[in-house]
């Protein structure tokens, strides 16, 4: 049975899900996760009451033979088998707010508009650069380069704008902004992500910064490494942080070198400066305390130890 991927498609669907008796109350709907293309879908049958779930295909894949043919309908199969035998470790799905929903959207924009507007500086200037020039090529790239810095600008003020729209968004963003390295974008990215979980851990994992253990078979002397794949951008965001407080704040910048001195890597240092960053994020979040540069932690049994002796 097919359905067209538009509103008339997701009544069709509903119908049959009904006449078939499957109902909301008992009723898990899986699909992978395909970006836009199922976003419709997944806000239509949440809106309908129904349980959704949302796997990213790597997970399906991996459960069945790689050498398999690959159609519509086996697929339909590989995702039911799928939501059945693992119906206990779904994700369910629920829709973000409207916020922070627009906010995504605008940080995808500027994401693109980044990327366009790298190039068109790059191609001034080679053009500046040519023996033999074009003074139209100059002033087109000239124009381009100055119109995406202007949409850029605009599209950080309306960010911001959104966030500070709600209460609750605009205290969490002031608390992710007072931590070393963190600026407008990398906090609004972690304010998105912070709303599924604020373990630093798991945080570290989805977008790829933790070392994995990989000690099996011929690898048992291989050493710990990052996955690669996760959220880019999260990850290029967050190793610029890590660069920008290895050089203007003092103590991790003692902690770089300290560990460099020790023969640690210097990617794996900086590697270790973006969980910290992320870790002391999700602390802050926490405990809707800013950011203190000279917070000392406290054992509590030894603290408490230090008033019994008194």
Known sequence: ????????????????????????????VCMEATGVYGEGLAYFLHASGYTVAVEPPLNI??????????????DCQYIAE????????????????????QVKVLLTTRQHFSVQLTGHKNALHAV???KVSSELAKQ???????QI???????????????????????????????????LQLAAHLLIHMQETLDPKVLAAFIGICPIQHESGSSVFASPTSRHYGPSILRKLLYLAACSVRTHKKQFQQYFFRKVAEGKHKKLVLNNIQNKILKI????????QPY??????????LFQKSLTAS
């Not at 729209?165 to 931590?179: A, E, G, H, I, R």
């Not at 994020?281 to 809707?288: D, E, F, G, L």
């Not at 203190?292 to 049994?301: A, G, K, R, T, W």
Request: hydrophobic share 40%; proline share 6%.
């Open 82 to 101: 799928y939501a059945c035998r693992y119906v206990d470790k779904l994700s369910v799905w629920k829709p973000r707010a409207e916020i922070l929903e």
């Open 1 to 28: 049975m097919q359905f067209e991927n538009d509103e008339d498609g997701f009544v069709s669907f509903l119908g049959w899900l009904r006449e078939h008796h499957l109902l909301p109350e008992y009723t898990v």
């Open 281 to 288: 994020a999700c602390a802050v979040v926490r405990s809707k």
């Open 140 to 146: 087109v790239h000239q124009n381009m380069v100055e």
């Open 61 to 74: 894949q991996r459960k069945f033979p790689v050498n398999a043919s690959k159609t519509d309908e086996l």
């Open 149 to 183: 810095a202007k949409s850029i600008k605009a599209i950080d003020k309306e960010i911001r704008r959104l966030i500070e729209s709600d209460p609750t968004f605009k205290q969490t963003l002031l608390l992710l902004l007072s931590v070393p390295g963190i600026g």
């Open 128 to 130: 500046n650069r040519k």
């Open 292 to 301: 203190i540069p000279n917070y000392v932690s406290v054992n509590p049994l």
